[in-house]
């Protein structure tokens, strides 16, 4: 049965697109066109009643939310070792990241990029304030990624081994590519560990497949 990954560019869904990628196993890629709001329609909400991206269609299994989705992948091909080995301290530290990847960092950028959802209608003053704090308290998150790299040494979040983080981390540094100030590609380590990302054969595919271009990060 051929994964199936209802995505749309430049979103969370290019998480699991690089993981798929990066395993070579045979996928189908639906495009989920938000900005005509596919999302919020019937046929897509009986996938993810949320109406958010991405989906992972797995045979009869209907996966949301990213973690959980890279996750299934990485766990459902472990020859691809995306992930370290289950009851291991390594990967506790692995569950760790991950989940600050969608429960601190993803959700801080969320509040950023929609400040509306927060204030009541009409409330420009409100929108501007929690757009201002959002992204502070991101440039103070990506501090936590930089001295995470510059602990283990690199060349990877979790240090000697390319993991699914690396793919989640890259995707979210993506989205401060065009913050006012504390672009995540302006930091030391960040900076050339974003690029060494970037530059892996599978991730350069996602970049064509979803028809980006530059500023990558």
């Given amino acids: 049965m051929t994964l199936e990954l209802h995505y749309y560019p430049s979103t969370a869904a290019m998480i699991p697109h690089i993981v798929l990628e990066e395993l070579g196993v045979p996928y189908r890629r639906v495009l989920v066109d938000r900005m005509q709001n596919r999302h919020k329609e019937p046929a897509y909400l009986r996938l993810n009643p949320n109406g958010l991206l991405p989906v992972l269609v797995d045979g009869d299994l209907v996966l949301y939310e990213t973690a959980a989705v890279v996750l299934h992948l990485a766990d459902t091909h472990p ?58 308290k991101v440039i103070g998150l990506l501090q936590h990624l930089e001295e ?38 302006e930091l030391p380590q ?23 271009s530059a500023p990558y990060f």
């Avoid at 981390?169 to 006012?180: D, G, I, K, V």
């Avoid at 960040?190 to 980006?212: D, F, H, K, T, W």
């Fill in 79 to 136: 020859q691809a070792k995306l992930a370290p080995a289950l009851g291991t301290p390594q990967r506790a530290e692995f569950y760790k990241w991950l989940m600050w990847m969608t429960n601190t960092l993803q959700a801080t950028l969320i509040t950023y990029f929609y400040p509306e959802r927060w204030v009541d209608e009409g409330n420009a003053a409100g929108v501007a304030q929690v757009k201002a704090h959002a992204q502070a």
């Fill in 190 to 212: 960040l900076g050339p560990y974003l690029q060494r990302v970037l530059a892996r054969p599978a991730v350069q595919r996602v970049m064509v497949n979803e028809e980006l």
């Fill in 148 to 185: 995470q790299v510059a602990r283990n040494g690199g060349p990877w979040l979790l240090g000697a081994d390319y993991s699914v983080l690396d793919a989640y981390a890259f995707t979210l540094c993506r989205w401060t590519r065009n913050f006012s100030h504390g672009k995540a590609r």
